[in-house]
Every structure is written in C-alpha cells, then in structure tokens.
C-alpha cells in the first residue's frame, strides 16, 4: 500500500518535471524565429560555365519576439538526387545581419560558376538562420528558414568557360570594368603620345655643333 502511494508520487512528480520542462524550452525557442518570403527558386535559364549570375534576392524576417544577429548559408539536403553547388559558388550581400522583432533583411544573391564544372541538375537551399546565441544558459540552435534553389548547366569546355567568365563580369558589375579598361586605354595612349611627342622634338632639335647649322656673316 505504502509503495504504491509512494509511485504514484513519484509519477505525478516525473510528469509535472516533463510539463515544466517543455514549457520552459519551449518558452525559450520562442523568443528566436526566422522566415524567407520566397519558398523557391528556379533558374529556368539553362546556365553556362564560368558565368557570373544575379538570382532574385530573398528577405529573411525575425519572426520571433526577440532581437537576434543572422546569416544566410548554403545547405543540402542529405539524399538529394541533384548535384550540389559548392559553398564558395554563391555569396550573400549582406551575408551576415542584425534583425529586431518583425522585421526583415533584403539579400542580394549572385551566383558564380566555376570555368570547369559537372554539367546536370543542381539543388541547394538559401538558408537563413539566427547566429548562435545564449539566453538565459541556453544555447538557441537548430532554428532555419530556406528558400529551394534550381538550375541546370549545360555542357562547355574549358574556352567556353573563361569566355563567359570575362563577358558576365563586365555585364554584372558594370560599369566599373568598362572604366577601368577605358581608364587603362587612355593613360596607355597619353604614355604613348608624350614618348612619341618627346622623340620629335629631340629628332628636330638642331645640333650647334654642326658645322651645317652655324651660320657665317661678312664683314
């Protein structure tokens, strides 16, 4: 008799540690939240190697009641069929950010394929998530929002490659590579004017020391 009434204690006191525990951890996650405005996106546009591409830009929202720094990722899901982009291929501006409650971070996406790479189908997800924080001894983890990504390259040799390297850098971050070359032509041809100016004078400099050049009066 003593022992059951002893169990049953101890039960309604396992069961009222859980419930505070979850209360609590859950109370916990609460306070950080993060969501995208775009679920997906797809690059319908068969890419080529070596190209340099702008893709829709994705807006990361701290949907939580707390405020919290983020960054934007590239991530995988563990048995995807497609190919995988490497992480250094795509670059986030900005990549890393500070958000109050409610509000949101537009991020600016580009994505710069190598001059040698696997032609196919390829997946990844643009993820945002909160930086790692403590609140009250707890470290705040595995809370993520991601936008799918898709897109096909096609098959190109290496020429190929650096060719379309060269044409999509001018074409995305113009137009400071047109200034820079324009700017290199013309201080190339100022050089070049003042080392042929300067040799046409000295050519044309008369010589007092020859005899021919001095002239002679009568008396």
Do not use: C
Request: glycine residues 8%.
């Amino acid at each position: 008799m003593y022992y059951g009434v002893y169990m049953r204690k101890i039960f309604v006191l396992s069961v009222f540690s859980f419930v505070v525990f979850v209360l609590s951890t859950g109370a916990t996650f609460a306070n950080i939240g993060v969501g995208v405005n775009t679920g997906k996106i797809q690059v319908d546009e068969k890419l080529k190697a070596g190209m340099i591409y702008k893709l829709p830009s994705i807006t990361v929202i701290n949907t939580g009641n707390e405020p919290a720094d983020y960054e934007t990722t590239v991530a995988y899901h563990q048995d995807q069929p497609e190919l995988r982009p490497g992480q250094n291929w795509i670059t986030f501006t900005p990549q890393k950010f500070h958000l109050d409650p409610g509000k949101g971070q537009l991020v600016e996406i580009k994505i710069n394929l190598p001059i040698k790479i696997e032609p196919g189908n390829y997946f990844a997800y643009l993820e945002g998530h909160p930086i790692a924080t403590v609140q009250k001894g707890n470290t705040v983890l595995g809370v993520a929002a991601a936008s799918k990504l898709y897109f096909t390259v096609v098959p190109a040799n290496v020429f190929y490659g650096i060719y379309y390297k060269i044409v999509t850098f001018f074409n995305v971050y113009a137009p400071w590579p047109q200034r820079v070359v324009i700017g290199v032509l013309i201080i190339g041809l100022l050089f070049l004017f003042k080392k042929f100016f300067h040799l046409q004078i000295n050519m044309k400099k008369p010589d007092s020391t020859n005899p021919e050049n001095t002239k002679i009066s009568s008396l």
